[in-house]
């Protein structure tokens, strides 16, 4: 249960609980990233934190992910910082969670695509369900020392599980770790970011921020990925 109540605390909807993530009547301009509101939200952002000395962000647990931690409160900034939260928000009936990055340095407004939180909860259920009837979850052959691929058989489903990537609009899959919890895995789209860009970082040190500074999305449910020097592939950080 610990597994499920941690994903689930990233959404700061009610309408989670429910399983309600998004409106039935699923509006093209509600899944739209757009850049112009994001720039909105920013402006906005910069201008509480002047005023205010504080960011306008929901109180999360220490040991929350760091790209689901510093979700935007739009409670703080409308209206008076903006009229209210853009229409493609999850508060606003939306399927983006608008958070901040680099709170220390340069807090920055990016996108969580909320669509994921809802598949990986349906896939947590039945991970759940067969734990309690075997004892363990459903570990496929192991990826590296603490990551496993999903045995998607042994929960009764045709194909392995996957969530489309923000990035390149490509399958992810899904993978579980030792403690049985799951994770999105955006080794695909590192691969490709690291055949141009790569020079800034080492080997050993975590380079999911490759995907965050050339998009507007973070890589929500994600392990922290380092990369062969060699090869430039990337590899999931050994804890």
């Known amino acids: 249960m610990k597994s499920i109540k941690r994903f689930l605390s990233i959404c700061t909807i009610p309408l989670l ?3 309600c993530l998004y409106p039935v009547e699923k509006k093209v301009e509600n899944q739209t990233p757009y850049k112009e ?30 790209y689901q931690k510093y979700v935007i409160d739009f409670r703080k900034i409308a209206p008076r910082y903006m009229a209210g939260a853009p229409g493609n928000s999850y508060e606003a009936g939306g399927v983006f969670q608008y958070v901040l990055v680099d709170v220390e ?30 004892g363990y979850p459903p570990f496929g052959e192991r990826i590296s020392d603490y990551v496993y691929a999903l045995n998607y058989e042994k929960l009764g489903m045709k194909e ?34 690291l055949q141009t860009d790569a ?19 973070v890589p ?20």
């Open 17 to 19: 609980l429910s399983g």
């Open 37 to 66: 509101q994001i720039q909105s939200v920013q402006s906005a952002v910069d201008q509480f934190q002047s005023d205010q000395a504080v960011l306008p962000i929901l109180t999360k647990e220490n040991d929350t992910p760091i």
């Open 105 to 134: 340095d340069d807090p920055t407004v990016k996108l969580i695509d909320v669509r994921m939180a809802q598949q990986i909860q349906d896939l947590m259920l039945r991970i759940t369900l067969y734990r309690q009837s075997n």
């Open 160 to 193: 392995a599980p996957t969530v489309t990537s923000p990035y390149s609009q490509k399958p992810l899959q899904i993978v579980i770790d030792t403690n049985g919890e799951l994770f999105v895995d955006y080794t695909p789209d590192l691969y490709d970011v």
């Open 199 to 217: 020079e800034n970082y080492k080997p050993g040190e975590d380079i999911r921020n490759l995907l965050v500074k050339n998009s507007e999305f």
């Open 220 to 239: 929500a449910f994600s392990l922290p990925y380092t990369y062969d020097a060699k090869s430039k592939v990337p590899i999931f950080l050994t804890k």
